[in-house]
């Protein structure tokens, strides 16, 4: 059994070993054609993602959803709000490597890694404080993100500004009421870890149940092929393994974010009721004041009744 079934996967094992450049060289243009698709599919998430932030305010305000009128209404300030993602993930990631990196290549240079035992007390100490360094900025650089999603989109979808001219109204508005968005900062940490908590509990019980039919399908493929004379060490049949793998990987993927849509409404809900006494235009939206009431015009007394004179006819 043993050698059987070492037979029947030399192939898959020797496709994930490390290869050479013999053994690169036939798949490069798969390989640059997939690394492609992969940064593609990456663009187009993030872009999605940034319109249908607009798309979940508008939802939430109005009370209704419409994805394809409110692709239409808010494309082009996801877009505008695409260039500060863009610009702000670049920026991110260039300053944690430059903090995390830094320290690390002087500590090579002055040659602290050749001899370790020697250095030892500096290094466990330095690699301490700067790990907390890099947690301190890569919790700063989180909270910025979730202020621009929570609170920069709003300002940007009813001023209809880009999203420097949003950041500079937005810091006007929190720089005088500091206490108040920190609180919100503290409070939206805590929702958010039991969240993830909840959900967890939730996502895990969706995928185990899932993977019952995945699995029964997966069974009944391979039984399949086993009696179709399939070989399992065919590169083909492996690359084409792993496409009906990313496949039910996507759809679980989607399930679960179905079931994390009541979060995502939830937590734009708790973003919107603390921002709409703080911010004018969403307020009036969220909470129009009511209209005044009717001024009731003033009631004329009736003309006086003339005094009976003797001789007038009285009605009958």
């Not at 090579?108 to 020697?118: L, N, V």
């Not at 907390?132 to 621009?148: E, H, P, R, S, T």
């Not at 958010?192 to 069974?219: E, S």
């Not at 996507?250 to 919107?272: D, I, K, R, W």
Request: aromatic share 14%.
């Amino acid at each position: 059994m043993a050698s059987y079934w070492s037979g029947r996967w030399a192939g898959a094992a020797h496709l994930f070993s490390v290869p050479g450049w013999q053994g690169i060289q036939p798949y490069l243009g798969w390989i640059v054609v997939c690394v492609v698709l992969v940064l593609a599919v990456m663009f187009l998430w993030i872009y999605s993602d940034c319109v249908y932030r607009f798309i979940l305010l508008d939802a939430v305000v109005s009370g209704r959803c419409l994805l394809r009128e409110g692709w239409r209404r808010w494309r082009e300030a996801g877009r505008r709000y695409l260039l500060w993602v863009v610009a702000f993930g670049f920026g991110a990631f260039v300053l944690v490597g430059v903090v995390a990196g830094l320290p690390v290549l002087l500590a090579y240079r002055a040659g602290w890694f050749e001899h370790p035992d020697q250095n030892l007390g500096v290094l466990i100490g330095g690699g301490i404080l700067l790990a907390l360094v890099v947690l301190f900025l890569v919790a700063v650089l989180a909270i910025i993100d979730m202020l621009g999603r929570d609170f920069l989109v709003p300002v940007m979808a009813f001023e209809d500004v880009g999203a420097m001219e949003g950041w500079e109204r937005l810091l006007g508005m929190m720089g005088g009421d500091k206490l108040a968005y920190a609180g919100y900062v503290l409070l939206k940490i805590a929702l958010a870890m039991g969240g993830a908590i909840i959900f967890a509990i939730v996502n895990l019980i969706v995928i185990l149940v899932l993977l019952i039919p995945l699995g029964l399908l997966g069974v009944i493929g391979f039984l399949i092929g086993r009696g179709a004379g399939v070989s399992w060490d065919n590169t083909s049949v492996v690359l084409l393994l792993a496409a009906f793998g990313l496949l039910a990987l996507a759809g679980v993927l989607y399930v679960v974010g179905f079931v994390y849509a009541p979060g995502l409404v939830f937590f734009q809900s708790y973003t919107l009721e603390f921002f709409a006494s703080r911010y004018g235009p969403l307020g009036n939206r969220m909470f129009p004041p009511s209209p005044p009431a009717p001024v009731t015009p003033p009631i004329e007394p009736p003309p006086p009744i003339a005094p009976l004179v003797p001789g007038d006819a009285l009605p009958t």
